[in-house]
């Protein structure tokens, strides 16, 4: 197999395209030959990206909460990268309602009704991989992070679940677990918790944060026919932080 083209002749599609994990994925995927759909709840973003990708790469705007919207856009997809997420900073008696609502939303429900809508299309073509973005904090506790702590638990869970309801179909669905990522999102919450990035570096076991390259070389091996023997995984990429 050339690694280079691994996905020559699939389509492939990318929630949360517009910046970070998903910018990076969906360059990956479209590097080594996919068809890439860049899927964005603003989709600026990823004309942007898309337009600088080149030819084999289009633009999407999609919430990924509203399940008539996802059933149209993900139904033809060889390959799902559920990337889309967002984050909550706070212990739960601080936690607003409406934020534990909107972080389950778009983390969880999100990730659920992408999965629900692509597996009958990968069934009829005779298979399929999906890679959910989970966390480490879907692992282990991590402070002041409640909400969404409780969506990437539950995307590690639903990720086995489907795992196992789809095996059978060729459908592979797997989860990548990173720890802490120089992102623009970890730079934003940096700001909003009075951190920084020298401290969040000086916590890793390695002394530095990982990269959206990284992640983005894991969900391209899980969703490659190189892991054509993994399903129901959780891809733990953290440095060391969940060793120690």
């Not at 309602?97 to 005779?126: Q, S, Y």
């Not at 969404?148 to 309801?165: E, F, H, P």
């Not at 920084?196 to 070389?217: D, N």
Request: proline share 3%.
């Amino acid at each position: 197999m050339d690694r280079r083209r691994r996905f020559t002749g699939k389509r492939a599609l990318v929630t949360g395209a517009g910046s970070g994990i998903g910018e990076a994925v969906a360059g990956r995927l479209h590097e080594e030959g996919a068809e890439v759909v860049l899927t964005n709840v603003n989709v600026e973003p990823v004309e942007a990206i898309a337009a600088e990708l080149g030819e084999g790469a289009s633009a999407v705007p999609l919430d990924v909460r509203d399940e008539d919207a996802v059933r149209e856009v993900v139904r033809d997809v060889d390959v799902l990268a559920n990337v889309a997420g967002i984050g909550s900073t706070t212990a739960a008696p601080d936690t607003p309602l409406e934020v534990w609502e909107d972080v389950l939303a778009v983390n969880a429900r999100g990730t659920f009704l992408c999965c629900k809508h692509a597996i009958p299309g990968m069934v009829e073509r005779g298979g399929g991989s999906i890679v959910n973005m989970s966390s480490v904090a879907g692992l282990v506790g991590l402070r002041n992070r409640v909400a969404y702590s409780a969506s990437k638990g539950a995307v590690i869970a639903m990720t086995r679940a489907l795992a196992v309801d789809h095996v059978g179909d060729g459908v592979r669905v797997n989860a990548v677990c990173p720890g802490t990522v120089d992102t623009p999102w970890v730079r934003r919450l940096v700001e909003e918790i009075g951190e920084s990035l020298e401290a969040l570096r000086a916590r890793q076991l390695m002394g530095r944060l990982g990269t959206t390259e990284e992640i983005a070389g894991a969900v391209a091996y899980l969703a490659s026919d190189e892991a054509a023997f993994v399903t129901g995984t959780a891809f733990v990429i953290d440095g060391g932080l969940t060793a120690a």
